[in-house]
């Protein structure tokens, strides 16, 4: 009976702590992952990145002000064909895009199903009913973010983020914010590592299962700590940059340059934007 009861005991200890590592460590493998993508060979990632940068501004842009679900549909197949070309496995990419869509966005389109007014095309109980517009508005905005979120990942799994953010300066975007998003990007792979270490360390010295308070006061500790170690770490970290060099902007060895083959895909995706907006 106790033999039994054993697993029931070693899953009941499993508290915040384990989920906390099991999540960070979730986080960082799917960005190495990512990165991984990046570097292999393929056709988004073959091209390059400030015309990757303009095509997927010019896409999303024909999404937005496309009027016919064919047409969105037709994009979001082409986005599948791209990753499968660009060496992307289709069931981490349409995990990736579907994952939390239909939650998030659900929550604004559920309500269309009922109070957009039009023919009858479900009755259910409680005397609601589905309307045939209210279904075709709801189908509308699922698709529109399905597609400009596929489209925006397709973007950063197939370019470096170093290479994304030189892109970003060729195109006159503000030196202050680029700065931002490359701290903000590696900070957080930093304080991931360091939230990871923290609660493995305190794992490694907790031998029983925590109570509530326990639980809640050991994670008000655990964000002081690391706050105060993000604030030092951070004063340290612009001290070293400065010292090598640093001078308000990051500068890389990347080189950018378009060939034959870019100019024939910007040209392609000027021709989709041109009818997914004229068609509507």
């Known amino acids: 009976m106790s033999q039994l009861a054993q697993p029931s005991r070693l899953k009941s200890r499993s508290g915040f702590i384990e989920r906390t590592l099991i999540d960070i460590n979730n ?23 400030r015309l990757k940068v303009i095509a997927m501004l010019m896409l999303l842009l024909a999404v937005s002000l496309s009027h016919q679900l064919v047409i969105i549909a037709g994009l979001y197949t082409g986005a599948l064909i791209l990753a499968a070309v660009s060496n992307i496995s289709l069931g981490f990419f349409i995990k990736r895009v579907w994952a939390f869509i239909p939650f998030f966005t659900g929550i604004v389109a559920l309500p269309a199903l009922f109070i957009t ?6 009755h259910l109980p409680l005397g609601l009913v589905i309307t045939r517009t209210g279904a075709l508005t709801a189908l509308f905005l699922l698709l529109r973010v399905g597609t400009s979120v596929s489209m925006a990942t397709l973007f950063v799994l197939t370019t470096p983020w170093n290479s994304v953010l030189k892109a ?53 500790a655990t964000s ?18 400065e010292s090598r060099g640093f001078r308000g902007y990051p500068h890389t060895m990347d080189r950018f340059q378009m060939r034959w083959f870019d100019w024939a895909a910007g040209l392609v995706v000027v021709l989709l934007t041109l009818l997914a907006i004229v068609g509507r």
């Open 117 to 122: 007014p039009g023919p009858a095309l479900a």
């Open 168 to 220: 970003l300066g060729v195109l006159h975007v503000p030196d202050v914010l680029i700065l931002t998003l490359g701290m903000t990007y590696r900070y957080i792979h930093l304080l991931l590592h360091l939230a990871n270490d923290m609660f493995l360390s305190r794992k490694s010295r907790i031998l029983r299962r925590l109570k509530g308070t326990e639980e809640r006061r050991l994670m008000a």
């Open 27 to 49: 986080t960082l493998e799917q960005s190495l992952f990512a990165e991984k993508i990046a570097h292999k060979k393929g056709l988004l990632q073959a091209l390059d990145a």
């Open 224 to 241: 002081g700590i690391l706050l105060g170690k993000s604030l030092q770490l951070s004063s340290e970290v612009y001290l070293a940059m």
